[in-house]
């Protein structure tokens, strides 16, 4: 059974690069047919999807929201996936998760995500952005 990873720092500084590292046991990163995802949940808010990255072809997709301040990038010899969020602010400020699932939907560009979309999550982790 595929298991996800989330690990980063927990404090980040206003304008600065967030930057997070998802680690996959169980199962390669590079398995065709699986898309692996950033998603965040702000105070009070839904599950926002951010992006994906198929790593089979290495493509990309991002939140047309966060598309400007957001890279998604891959190391399979590590097995792992990572997220950078650049210029960051306090309304950045949630627990991000990392999941596997099928390919993106439109309809995540403007609604909440459901944890049901995807089949495998990280157990998530906190992220403050503060100076």
């Known amino acids: 059974q595929v298991q996800l990873q989330e690990s980063g720092p927990g404090l980040v500084n206003p304008s600065q690069t967030l930057s997070l590292t998802c680690t996959v046991s169980?199962?390669?990163?590079?398995?065709?047919?699986?898309?692996w995802n950033w998603i965040r949940q702000s105070p009070g808010k839904g599950l926002e999807w951010m992006g994906a990255i198929y790593s089979y072809t290495d493509t990309t997709y991002y939140s047309p929201s966060l598309r400007s301040r957001t890279a998604i990038s891959r190391d399979t010899s590590k097995n792992q996936f990572t997220l950078r969020l650049s210029s960051v602010t306090p309304e950045d400020t949630a627990v991000y998760y990392c999941a596997r699932g099928g390919p993106p939907r439109s309809s995540w560009y403007k609604e909440p995500v459901s944890r049901a979309d995807f089949g495998s999550w990280g157990q998530g982790t906190q992220v403050t952005v503060s100076s």
């Open positions: 169980g199962g390669s990163i590079t398995t065709n047919g699986y898309y």
